[in-house]
């Protein structure tokens, strides 16, 4: 975008208008942020843009870890179907992500370790998948809590260090088109 370095405003087709900020990352890179937001603090964007992380990259998580564009069938029932138990799968996801973590920094307090840790989400997801229906399903409250404890136990020990402000170059790649075949490994 040809906008200059800090708060531009551009006017787009149609006569809207639009906020360009851009600002070098540590890394050196130039970031050009785009927003209608025009009364926050030009300095409060960058933090502002920080905080989506984590919504990106559940978004991440549905379309391809979940792979949300693929489903079991053809009709508009089974599509339906699919997107919800993807959007279940999700939450629980974020609901046994924090019991496991929990467990996780349980079992490691009072040790020096170089980076804490948290449970691996892609393996967090397959112990889900694999595992939490049958738990659910089985017919029996007290056995059901026995094999929900044993999956955060398990989650638990399948862990990733945190790195507070590790960052990566970013590799611009073009999305393929959505994927019509039906879905292979959910």
């Not at 559940?58 to 009709?75: D, H, I, N, P």
């Not at 974020?94 to 929990?102: I, K, L, P, Y």
């Not at 040790?111 to 017919?139: E, H, M, P, W, Y």
């Not at 260090?161 to 075949?181: D, Q, Y």
Request: charged share 25%; with cysteine; glycine share 4%.
């Amino acid at each position: 975008m040809e906008a200059p370095i800090g708060d531009s405003i551009i006017e787009l087709n149609g006569g809207l208008t639009a906020r360009v900020f851009k600002f070098a990352l540590p890394s050196g890179e130039i970031e050009t942020l785009l927003t209608n937001l025009f009364e926050i603090p030009s300095q409060a964007l960058p933090n502002l843009y920080a905080l989506r992380w984590g919504i990106e990259t559940a978004y991440f998580r549905f379309k391809r870890v979940l792979c949300v564009e693929k489903f079991s069938g053809k009709t508009p029932n089974s599509i339906r179907q699919d997107f919800w138990a993807s959007m279940v799968l999700l939450n629980s996801v974020a609901v046994f992500q924090r019991e496991a973590d929990d467990a996780v920094h349980k079992r490691q307090k009072g040790k020096n370790l170089k980076n804490q840790n948290r449970a691996r989400t892609s393996d967090l997801i397959i112990i889900l998948r694999d595992q939490f229906v049958f738990a659910v399903l089985c017919g029996n409250s007290i056995f059901a809590d026995l094999e929900i404890e044993r999956i955060i136990k398990t989650m638990a020990w399948a862990v990733s260090p945190v790195r507070p402000g590790r960052s990566f170059p970013r590799v611009h790649r073009p999305f393929l088109a959505a994927n019509f075949n039906l879905k292979s490994h959910l």
